[in-house]
């Protein structure tokens, strides 16, 4: 019994021995952006209008500033001048982001509403923006927001003022 004990002790110390002991090493890395800033560096102004005597008719400011009015609604030169909205959304360049720009929005003036339908001068998808430069240097792009806007002859006279918000999130 001995013998076998002898052998048993030898194949324990062998199976305890790595057989061919292997490695591989990894590497870490990280690539660090300068934060998103959006910046409005001008409101959507649809000027001053007159409702229509009857029914209803719109003003529209275009993503590039021009004014029009349809069924009624007439623009006048006095007030503020019409524009678009100009916001400038900076960050690292050569990024891909994702702009958000609400659909609508309400403008009030006391308890009387109005819905602005947005437009917006992005091209192509709103999530696949791309700012300009390239990595290691600052980036912007800038978005105008125009809007229409429905004005019907029972509208109450005054100033009507509403918020939207623009944002950006890097993909």
């Given at each position: 019994m001995t013998k076998t004990r002898l052998i048993l002790a030898a194949l324990l110390a062998l199976a305890a021995t790595p057989a061919?002991?292997?490695s591989a090493s990894g590497s870490g890395s990280i690539t660090i952006l300068r934060p998103l800033t959006v910046t409005k560096?001008?409101?959507?102004?649809?000027?001053?209008v007159v409702r229509p005597s009857t029914g209803s008719g719109t003003a529209v400011i275009s993503?590039?500033?021009?004014?029009?009015?349809?069924?009624?609604?007439?623009a006048l030169s006095s007030g503020a001048t019409p524009q678009a909205a100009a916001f400038?959304?900076?960050g690292e360049g050569g990024q891909s982001i994702s702009v958000t720009v609400p659909s609508s929005f309400n403008v009030t003036n006391g308890t009387d509403t109005l819905s602005v339908t947005t437009s917006?001068?992005?091209?192509?998808?709103a999530s696949a923006q791309t700012l300009s430069n390239a990595v290691g240097a600052s980036g912007s792009l800038a978005v105008h927001v125009g809007g229409t806007v429905t004005?019907?002859?029972?509208n109450s006279t005054g100033a009507y003022t509403?918020?939207?918000t623009v944002s950006a999130a890097y993909n």
């Open positions: 061919l002991a292997q560096t001008a409101d959507l102004q649809f000027g001053t993503a590039a500033g021009a004014r029009s009015v349809t069924g009624g609604v007439a400038t959304v900076a917006n001068d992005l091209s192509g998808s004005v019907a002859s029972t509403g918020t939207f």
